[in-house]
């Protein structure tokens, strides 16, 4: 067995620490509500959709070689799905009955540890019959 000095332990310490902020992230992400995350990561997907289109000059790209540069047809494409996309993303948060506080909506109601697991799969935590 290898000896242990001050400084090995607390280095062991900050690469601890350091895991537990990593898994706590991670577990994190487990007690979030999937389906109103989905429907944020869309909202801000249509928003980056709506800060391109707001920034495109027609005149400038219009006069651009159009076999060189094809920002003009992305744009088109982004401005013709765009209303299709608001829409749907607006149903969305309808359906989900959603307070427009993300934080808010996609926080769990229930903590995720082993003992709610074993409750989903209908066993008693830590025994099996």
């Not at 895991?19 to 249509?46: D, H, I, T």
């Not at 400038?60 to 540069?69: L, T, V, W």
């Not at 769990?108 to 409750?119: H, K, L």
């Amino acid at each position: 067995m290898g000896e242990y000095t001050l400084e090995s332990a607390l280095e062991k310490i900050k690469d601890l620490e350091k895991q537990n902020r990593f898994l706590q992230g991670e577990l994190s992400k487990y007690n979030e509500k999937s389906p109103a995350r989905a429907y944020y990561v869309a909202l801000k997907l249509l928003n980056q959709q709506i800060d391109f289109l707001d920034k495109f000059n027609f005149e400038n790209e219009i006069k651009s070689n159009p076999k060189e540069d094809k920002i003009y047809d992305r744009a088109m494409d982004v401005y013709e799905k765009m209303t299709s996309n608001a829409s749907k993303i607006n149903s969305l948060r309808i359906e989900l009955n959603l307070s427009g506080d993300e934080r808010k909506d996609t926080r769990s109601n229930r903590p995720f540890s082993p003992e709610s697991v074993a409750d989903e799969v209908g066993e008693l935590a830590g025994k099996r019959y």
